[in-house]
């Protein structure tokens, strides 16, 4: 069950019910304060000392088990199992901290600081520099190609048990329903961070010495992204603090410290139990046996074993595998402590066996193992099998109720109802469809103007045609800087106007924070670029709070961006909405829309560089208003090492890795319909006013649709 929900919480447009989430929760019972010490669930420093005895504790307990194994090929072969068995929980490193940025929380002082510790632990925007991928060299050092590989590589891996990927699953589906469990990701976050290194590579550290163990230590930074003074033990800390100084919150932010508690426990449970496993001969022999099962009970019918098919002996061994075992080892396709001269491994698996190519060589390492340590006479009792369970082949993930969710009346509604991260079915439909319904607006508009992009897209051609556009930027500006300049008045109209898009500045680019797209080489300068426009976790450069204090200084005091008030303000002019909405929407289809949000990313950092930035900064100035903002855009959106420089290096990246897997040409279409959707080419305004089109159904929508749960 752990790996399903693990693997359909790796979709960051999943929407995962917090009532749902909560009984999941339940069930592992890691929420139980029973578990807990006397007195820990009230007083965070008291649970921080327990939560630090236990990981020791559980550090103690690896350490033995793989101590004991006294020989090299054992002590290897329980490094290898401890690796691969934790690789579902190095997937997760930081992942409980990517659904928490949204545009409503944007000037947030306390959601900054968290999003500047993902920043850390993904490596601020460097491809494959995350704590994960710190992990992922290691495993490739050890030869380990599962556990070196992407999340759906750990979760093909059939060799790992359904245990290990239950915290890694909790984590996944925590990210995306993020806003209804903050106090508790505080809490989760701290306990981590507290531990630093988890018990499990500590003994691993021991084992195989390295530098990349550093980059796994949860309370040491491997970047500069954080806070002055700041270490990602204490900033958590403060974090922790701020909500725990919360009366209402503060029970939260203890269970989410118990979750770690709990897990530390049950996890070290499950590691020393495939230690076990992989160390007894018997046990992983049955285990083998046990996993192929079902597949070999469809063929061996001609085959006898003391009077029964052998595929009758397979079709129980799904349950129960010793008895299977126990006859094999009986019968004349061993030889017991030879393997040589065991036909199991010798005359069946050759080229010219009836078995060729069916193990893998890990398989029969296993094999030979298991004969090896027979002895020469067999046992007249039959023990019981320690793995006489019934394994679960398929584990079903029910749907949840697929009409949850709001649907905006109007463009108001839209942007508030937009705000948050995670979107109910029905809000993912709407989000869907106007997005649709505004990209079909872009393409339309292809080529009516001088600024879109190449008709082609080939390496190279994309830098140089951005810096030819650049230069027209230039010229355009130098044809209009002695224009007249327009009446203090419409200049504050047109600030208050664009403070819908500007004070969720970076929106289109939200999905972005999730952990394996940050620190993929497409995703990487995405994250890079959204990380800037939040400020680098420092409010005194956070973009909306600058325009914020822009506005101020105009006398214009709007209400907070996420709350219901904004977009209701009678100020705002309801066409001044509709785009910001259309990027809300692409912030929430990180995977259904990426062509598109990689066209539209490259159009806004593009947008103002050289010329209409250059233009504003004479029209504020001239009036006496801080130019910060334009001045900030003009030069870290450059289009030699800036912003510009990053969208297009991004969109290259991208079309480089999906050209071997769909039509380059339809994928660049895609691309230009987003850069095109900045400023679609419409004869009237009311074009793009989604609310006044005719009704089109849902269902006949053509996109995937992610899984509820």
Request: glycine content about 6%; proline content about 6%; overall charge negative.
């Amino acid at each position: 069950m752990w790996r399903d929900i693990y693997t359909l919480s790796l979709n960051p447009e999943l929407f995962v019910e917090s009532g749902n989430l909560r009984d999941l929760i339940d069930r592992t019972g890691l929420g139980n304060f029973e578990t807990g010490p006397t007195g820990a669930s009230h007083d965070v420093d008291v649970l921080c000392d327990v939560l630090t005895g236990r990981a020791r504790d559980s550090e103690a307990l690896l350490r033995t088990t793989v101590e004991s194994m006294c020989d090299d090929d054992r002590t290897k072969r329980a490094i290898h199992c401890t690796i691969a068995h934790s690789a579902p929980l190095a997937s997760v490193l930081g992942r409980w901290l990517q659904g928490l940025s949204r545009p409503g929380n944007f000037e947030d002082d306390v959601q900054l600081k968290s999003l500047a510790l993902l920043a850390d632990d993904v490596g601020v925007g460097l491809a494959e520099m995350s704590r994960t991928d710190g992990f992922r060299h290691l495993a490739r050092k050890a030869g380990l190609v599962a556990a070196a590989g992407r999340p759906h590589d750990i979760a093909a891996d059939r060799e790992l048990s359904d245990g290990v990927f239950r915290f890694p699953a909790i984590m996944l589906a925590l990210s995306r329903c993020s806003e209804a469990f903050e106090p508790e990701i505080a809490g989760v976050d701290y306990a981590l961070r507290t531990i630093g290194l988890l018990p499990v590579w500590r003994v691993l550290a021991h084992h195989l010495p390295g530098p990349h163990w550093k980059r796994l230590n949860l309370s040491a930074s491997q970047t500069d992204a954080l806070p002055s003074g700041h270490t990602p033990l204490s900033l958590s800390r403060h974090i922790l603090d701020y909500h725990a100084s919360r009366r209402e919150r503060r029970a939260r932010v203890m269970e989410g410290m118990l979750w770690v508690l709990n897990a530390v426990t049950a996890d070290t449970d499950d590691f020393v139990a495939a230690l076990k496993h992989v160390d007894d001969p018997t046990l992983a022999m049955e285990r083998l046996i046990q996993g192929r099962a079902r597949e070999a009970a469809i063929y061996h019918q001609g085959f006898d074993l003391e009077g029964k098919p052998l595929s009758q002996w397979f079709t129980e061994a799904i349950e129960d595998p010793r008895p299977l075992i126990d006859a094999i080892a009986r019968s004349r396709l061993i030889r017991r402590g030879d393997p040589e001269r065991s036909p199991l491994l010798g005359s069946l698996l050759s080229p010219q066996g009836r078995m060729f190519r069916i193990f893998e060589s890990d398989d029969i390492a296993v094999i030979r193992r298991w004969i090896l340590s027979l002895v020469p006479a067999p046992s007249s009792t039959k023990p019981a099998s320690p793995l006489a369970i019934t394994p679960v082949h398929r584990q079903s993930i029910e749907c949840g109720d697929l009409m949850l969710g709001a649907v905006p009346t109007n463009i108001r509604e839209a942007y508030h109802l937009l705000q948050g991260r995670a979107l109910p079915p029905r809000t993912r439909r709407f989000a869907l469809e106007y997005a649709q319904f505004w990209l079909g607006a872009a393409r339309r508009s292809i080529g009516l103007s001088t600024r879109s992009l190449p008709e082609t897209w080939r390496h190279g051609l994309l830098r140089a045609w951005l810096l030819d556009t650049h230069a027209s930027h230039n010229e355009a500006f130098q044809r209009t800087k002695t224009q007249s300049m327009p009446s203090r008045e419409q200049l504050v109209e047109e600030t208050v106007q664009l403070a819908p898009l500007t004070l969720i500045d970076g929106a289109w680019l939200q999905g972005f924070s999730e952990v394996d797209y940050a620190s993929d080489r497409v995703g990487s300068p995405l994250f890079r670029i959204f990380w800037d426009e939040l400020g680098n976790g420092n409010l005194s450069i956070n973009h909306p709070r600058i325009y914020r204090a822009l506005l101020l200084s105009m006398d214009i005091d709007l209400p907070p961006t996420g709350s219901p008030q904004f977009p209701y303000d009678p100020r705002l002019r309801s066409e001044s909405l509709r785009l910001p909405v259309f990027w809300l929407c692409l912030g929430k289809l990180p995977v259904t829309l990426r062509p598109e949000i990689l066209g539209l990313n490259l159009a806004m950092e593009l947008s103002g560089v050289g010329g209409s930035y250059r233009s504003a900064r004479q029209i504020l100035k001239h009036y006496g208003f801080s130019t910060q903002f334009v001045d900030m855009h003009n030069t870290i959106d450059n289009v030699s090492t800036g912003h510009s420089a990053w969208a297009a290096d991004a969109i290259d990246a991208h079309m480089a890795l999906a050209s071997q897997f769909v039509d380059p040409d339809e994928e660049w279409e895609r691309v230009r319909a987003g850069f095109e959707a900045l400023s679609p080419v419409t004869d009237r305004s009311s074009e793009l006013d989604f609310f006044k089109q005719p009704k089109r159904s849902w269902r006949a929508m053509v996109a995937r649709e992610p899984s509820y749960v």
